[in-house]
């Protein structure tokens, strides 16, 4: 198990780990169960919508023929498209034997050994047009990001799908990724901690840098890198309270109307200071290493939220390969 720069996790760090990786696969391997309920709820209220935005691609006869059952199409995040796993970790496909692998569905052209990002996840998988949908929806949220690779043969244009969708229909897209990310990196349900608890080695390094710098230490600042998997553990950690939109500036207000709180935690910027009492009772910023170990130092949180959601990660998206004369005429999705 590997931290974000490559080193390996040990210790109670990775106990931790481990302990959210288990509490998420569940007992089987299969997912948490409660979670599982919760997902099959969540899709169910982005079905009409799904159906919707994929009509404009594939034809009816398709779309009715996407699920899990024997004869449908479903689709993994593999070489072949099919289901693989090593979930003992010895190299080879849990199912077939064979060597894991020739099933890792990697960039065209990519360097694994230097980019480890070019490698799908194995566990990434289409199986009902909601994760069609979403899936499309992702591509959609992620190319305001890409314009310098908008250009000649790589040339896409996903708003083309969206923008015949009223507001509110398509806030469901958002709604169902906010849904979702509340269950598996923030609160989740009552119960349970492990959710957020993975967060805590995070939070104990925050501290310690802070009464490092206190006690004389040279490091004025600690600057972090990092993506929502990280922050909104973080938040429901510290239990961060959520500002309701109408104290935000006008332009977050109205981009944060049809919001979850969750949502807010997908573009943020988490900040921690030192606050020093001054003898009028008020509290000002401390600019310069604080050396008297007998003053009182506050440690204080604050969030700022950005005016749309727009991850900051590149998403390695899965493009299946759908049958011939199952697509649209004018669509620009390419059957095989």
């Keep these: 198990m590997k931290n974000p720069d490559g080193s390996t996790k040990h210790g109670l ?3 931790i780990a481990q302990q959210y990786t288990d509490f998420i696969d569940g007992a089987d391997g299969e ?7 919760a997902m099959d709820y969540i899709e169910s209220k982005g079905e009409d919508v799904s159906r919707a935005l994929l009509s404009q691609i594939f034809t009816t006869e398709f779309l009715d023929n996407i699920g899990k059952d024997k004869g449908q199409y479903s689709w993994y995040n593999t070489s072949d498209g099919k289901k693989h796993a090593d979930k003992d970790g010895d190299g080879l496909d849990d199912k077939s034997g064979q060597d894991i692998n020739l099933f890792w569905n990697d960039a065209p052209g990519a360097d694994i050994s230097k980019d480890k990002n070019a490698r799908g996840d194995m566990g990434k998988k289409i199986t009902s047009e909601v994760d069609a949908a979403m899936d499309l929806y992702n591509l959609y949220i992620i190319a305001a ?15 083309q799908y969206f923008e015949h969708l009223d507001a509110n229909t398509a806030n469901v897209f958002a709604w169902i990724l906010d849904a979702e990310d509340f269950y598996e990196k923030g609160p989740g349900y009552e119960g349970q901690s492990q959710t957020y608890s993975i967060a805590q080695p995070l939070l104990d390094d925050f501290f310690a840098s ?5 006690a004389g230490g040279t490091t004025a600042a600690t600057f972090r890198f ?9 938040a429901a950690l ?31 910027a988490r900040m921690s200071r030192l606050w020093q009492p001054t003898s009028n009772g008020m509290s000002r910023h401390v600019q310069e290493p604080i050396r008297a170990p007998e003053k009182r130092i506050h440690r ?23 049958p011939t004369g199952t697509r649209k005429a004018n669509s620009s999705v390419a059957s095989a």
């Design 13 to 15: 760090v990775y106990d």
């Design 300 to 322: 204080w949180f604050a969030c700022s939220t950005t005016s749309r959601k727009s991850p900051s990660m590149t998403v390695a998206c899965l493009l299946p390969t759908v």
């Design 238 to 268: 510290i239990k961060q309270p959520v500002r309701s939109s109408k104290h935000l500036p006008s332009p977050i207000r109205k981009a944060t109307t049809m919001c979850s709180p969750i949502r807010t935690m997908h573009g943020a």
């Design 145 to 159: 990001d890409m314009q310098e690779e908008n250009t000649g043969s790589h040339t896409f244009d996903f708003d």
């Design 31 to 37: 997912g948490n169960a409660i979670i599982g309920a």
């Design 226 to 234: 990092a993506h929502a998997e990280t922050i909104m553990p973080f």
């Design 210 to 214: 802070i009464d490092e710098r206190v």
